[in-house]
């Protein structure tokens, strides 16, 4: 596999954990909303901007957090790394 194909499964996988993260936690979010309200000063409990800007920030986080491991997996000679198994 080469190295671009090797970055491209482990940021998918990494992407893929926080999508499922994003989704159960806007899914508690909204189910929370009452509680929420005594909260966050000047903001409603149903704010798109806030439901919007958390999710992206946190994909960018993960694309980060993805993105360094995976580049260096891709160095990695694949006789040698299962020779280290």
Do not use: N
């Not at 999508?19 to 189910?31: C, D």
């Not at 309200?37 to 704010?47: C, I, K, Q, R, Y």
């Not at 958390?54 to 694949?78: F, G, K, N, Q, W």
């Amino acid at each position: 596999m080469p190295q671009r194909g090797i970055v491209m499964m482990v940021v998918r996988q990494g992407l893929e954990l926080t999508g499922a993260g994003i989704v159960v936690g806007l899914v508690g979010a909204s189910v929370l909303t009452q509680v929420m309200a005594s909260l966050p000063f000047g903001v409603s409990t149903t704010d798109a901007m806030t439901f919007a800007t958390v999710p992206l920030i946190l994909i960018v986080s993960a694309v980060l957090a993805s993105y360094v491991p995976a580049r260096r997996a891709s160095h990695v000679d694949p006789v040698v790394a299962l020779r280290a198994e």
